[in-house]
């Protein structure tokens, strides 16, 4: 079955160190993989998606197909940076695309 | 632009109770989904319209859960009649099309059955 697991549901960093948020797939087509943010009061909103290949914000994802993972990274991270962050794939399905979402990682910078 | 409408914010309602949620998505945008996000969970696919055709409405329990989409534009959820389990968030979303295109959220509705 698809799936897609986000093993942390919490990590803490200090300001000014490197952050990862882990993101595992399950799907044995050709995968399309997004990040979503969730700023605190504020909708639900697209970070990055792998075929675009950007830096947003500052933060990379690279998708590694061997080791079906898609793990958000940044090198500096930033106080404002704290959020919650849904890693989301989509697949073709019966009758047209889906997208599944992992359960969250809530990012907390500290000062 | 504007982006996707939802109302009510906020809902509280007795168990076997019935709701409706509303959702105007972005002008052009042929696809709509709606999504239920459970406390500590990340947002659950219910129902995907393409225009007002149903895409995919695998995981919505067809036995209480309704939607609609009859213009093609706005859309409305229906839970008839509620239980406690569908205390969440629902989060409508649309995008220009299916597929790897940017899906754009509404600000949900929060549900409290008690």
């Known amino acids: 079955a698809q799936r897609v697991t986000q093993p942390e549901k919490l990590l803490s960093v200090f300001k000014g160190a490197p952050v990862e948020l882990k993101c595992n797939y399950s799907?044995?087509?050709?995968?399309?993989l997004f990040w979503y943010v969730q700023y605190s009061r504020q909708r639900l909103q697209l970070l990055l998606r792998h075929i675009s290949r950007e830096s947003i914000k500052g933060f990379t994802a690279d998708l590694n197909k061997g080791e079906t993972s898609f793990h958000l990274k940044k090198p500096f991270a930033q106080e404002e940076d704290s959020a919650m962050y849904y890693c989301a794939l989509t697949l073709w399905s019966t009758g047209g695309f889906k997208t599944i979402f992992g359960a969250g990682t809530r990012l907390f910078v500290k000062a | 632009e504007a982006g996707v409408a939802q109302s009510p914010r906020y809902k509280i309602i007795e168990k076997r109770q019935s709701v409706a949620f509303w959702c105007n998505p972005i002008?052009?945008?042929?696809?709509l989904y709606w999504y239920q996000q459970i406390l500590g969970q990340g947002p659950k696919l219910l129902i995907q319209?393409?225009?007002?055709?149903?895409?995919?409405d695998s995981q919505l329990p067809k036995d209480r859960f309704s939607a609609e989409r009859l213009k093609g534009v706005d859309s409305t959820l229906k839970i008839q009649p509620a239980k406690l389990e569908d205390s969440a968030v629902y989060l409508c979303?649309?995008?220009?099309?299916?597929?790897?295109?940017?899906?754009?959220f509404g600000q949900g509705t929060r549900l409290t059955v008690v």
């Open positions: 002008s052009g945008h042929a696809t």
């Open positions: 799907y044995s087509g050709s995968p399309e």
């Open positions: 319209f393409q225009n007002n055709g149903v895409v995919d």
């Open positions: 979303a649309s995008s220009l099309e299916q597929g790897v295109t940017t899906a754009f």
